[in-house]
């Protein structure tokens, strides 16, 4: 998309090009060159790109986002051909020189590799590639998530009794939706919430002249941390407390339709109050989440394993067990609260008629 003139976009067409990443910018490209290889490499790769841009008066016009981007990759404005409006440099225009970038800095380095002698070769050799939109994003959100003092909780859950309801409900599946372990753990999540309810809320930090406060959330708009071609996406369910399980499914399915098709809306991504990350439909036993920063508590489940177990009478007994790993905001929740949750949780997922008694 592209802006008029801002009083901004006048600034930096009056200052040199090299300020536009400012003066201090740590993504200066000579530096990232300089991490992969000779200084001399990387200016003949660049100058390629300098050789075919314009050099037009609004050559070094553009929008805030797209400075941004520029800022984010290293790049110097005065280096990109811009094919917008007047020569404008846009969003398009920089990742196209940053892709001819990458690709000519990776040339020499594809074909040394071949060259060199595994086996006797010890040298290093790097290379500096710019991360995704989505990397790019979990970059910002997880380093603030991280502020949050974290505590983490685990468990060994029975799904003994689930994996059986499971299988025998989708071989009975009349429209051939099937149910996964996730399905069910998410309504016993919300089910528990309607006990600890300041698990679905979020923290208000305050400041100096106000206190923090804890916001109370009504609806259980559940998180799903999704594995996508993108990358790790987090839509929610919405009102999960309102949802059948078959009901949850289906979501579930929807969501992750749109997320393979890299279609999910502002409206899926957004609004979360509590989140599951499934890892176990991986691999995986154990799994540290981190925090959604606008959510107190997440969820994180390993792979079911079967492993011999003691019945009450002593008896040697096949059992199927998952690892929950809960992760919570310990400036808001201590550790009883959260274990009561887990407790709860648990119990609902090891007696699934219970759950189903909690039903409306
Ligand atoms: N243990 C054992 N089996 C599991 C399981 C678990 N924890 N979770 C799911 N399964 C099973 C399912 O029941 C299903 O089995 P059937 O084919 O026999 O029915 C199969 O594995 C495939 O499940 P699925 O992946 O299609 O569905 P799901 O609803 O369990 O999970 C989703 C959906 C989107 C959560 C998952 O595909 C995914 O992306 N997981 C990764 C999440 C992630 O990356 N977390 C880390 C975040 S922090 O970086």
Known sequence: MQSEISPEDEAVLASPPEQAGGPNSPQQP?????????????????????????DGKHASLTTPAVRGILKAQGVNIADVRGTGKDDRVLKEDVYKFVAARDDKLSKPFQASAGR?????????????????????????????SLNIPHFLYGDEVDVTSL???RRRLNLQAAN??????????????????????????????????QAPKLVMREKHNIGIAMDTP????V?????????????????????????????????????GTITVSNIGSIGGTYVAP??????????GIGKAKTVPAFDDQDRVI????????????????????MARMGERVRAFIEEPGMMMARLR
């Open 116 to 144: 060199r002698d595994p086996g006797t070769d010890q040298a290093q050799v790097e290379k500096t590639i710019a991360l995704t939109p989505v990397q790019s994003q979990m970059f910002k959100t997880m380093t603030r």
């Open 30 to 54: 000579q530096r990232a060159a300089e991490s992969f290889q000779s200084k001399e490499t990387f200016q003949s790769a660049s100058q390629d790109a300098v050789d075919t841009a314009p």
């Open 290 to 299: 981190v925090l959604v920063q606008s959510e107190v508590a997440i969820l």
């Open 176 to 209: 051939g939706q099937k149910l996964s372990f996730l399905h069910f753990i998410i309504k016993a999540v919300s089910l528990a919430l309607e006990d600890f309810p300041t698990l679905n809320a979020r923290v208000e930090a305050g400041s100096e002249r």
């Open 230 to 233: 993108q990358g790790l996406l």
């Open 318 to 337: 096949k059992k199927d067990i998952m690892s929950f790993s809960w992760s919570a905001d310990h400036r808001v929740v201590d550790g009883a609260t």
């Open 235 to 271: 839509p929610n369910i919405k009102n999960v407390a309102s949802r059948s399980i078959l009901n949850i499914g289906a979501e579930c399915n929807r969501l992750q339709e749109r997320a393979k098709d890299g279609k999910l809306s502002v409206t899926d991504l957004t609004g």
């Open 163 to 165: 994996s059986t309801l």
